[in-house]
Nanobody, 120 residues
Framework: QVQFVESGGDLVQPGGSLRLSCAASGGSRASVYNVGWYRQAPGKQREWVAGSTRSDSTTYAASVKGRFTISRDDAQNTVYLQMNSLKPEDTAVYYC?????????????WGQGTQVTVSS
């Protein structure tokens, strides 16, 4: 089953930036999947944040549009999430996963995620 490994999370001040990485593992090729970034804040349900399709089109949740950018590097088998102008409400564990026609139904295995904390 397709699985990804997330990394790059950290503690950052409001207004700061981070770049998260999502590397396909176990022989999977990220290039053949639509890949989405998701996040789960304490006490809340996991929510979709951004998506990159196999044809390299991108889409974003309203809460992050204009601040976050998703991109792919097929040579590195990795999908990135550049996060700028971070806010305390962006604090969450961030995950990536493969999805089909709907970002709300990812079908791969969930990884460990990477913690992003936005605080002064």
């Amino acid at each position: 089953q397709v699985q990804f490994v997330e990394s790059g999370g950290d503690l950052v001040q409001p207004g700061g930036s981070l770049r998260l990485s999502c590397a396909a593992s176990g022989g999977s090729r990220a290039s053949v999947y639509n890949v989405g970034w998701y996040r789960q804040a304490p006490g809340k349900q996991r929510e979709w944040v951004a998506g990159s399709t196999r044809s390299d089109s991108t889409t974003y949740a309203a809460s992050v549009k204009g601040r976050f950018t998703i991109s792919r590097d097929d040579a590195q088998n990795t999908v990135y999430l550049q996060m700028n102008s971070l806010k305390p409400e962006d604090t969450a564990v961030y995950y990536c996963n493969a999805a089909g026609h709907s970002w709300s139904n990812p079908f791969g295995s969930w990884g460990q995620g990477t913690q992003v904390t936005v605080s002064s």
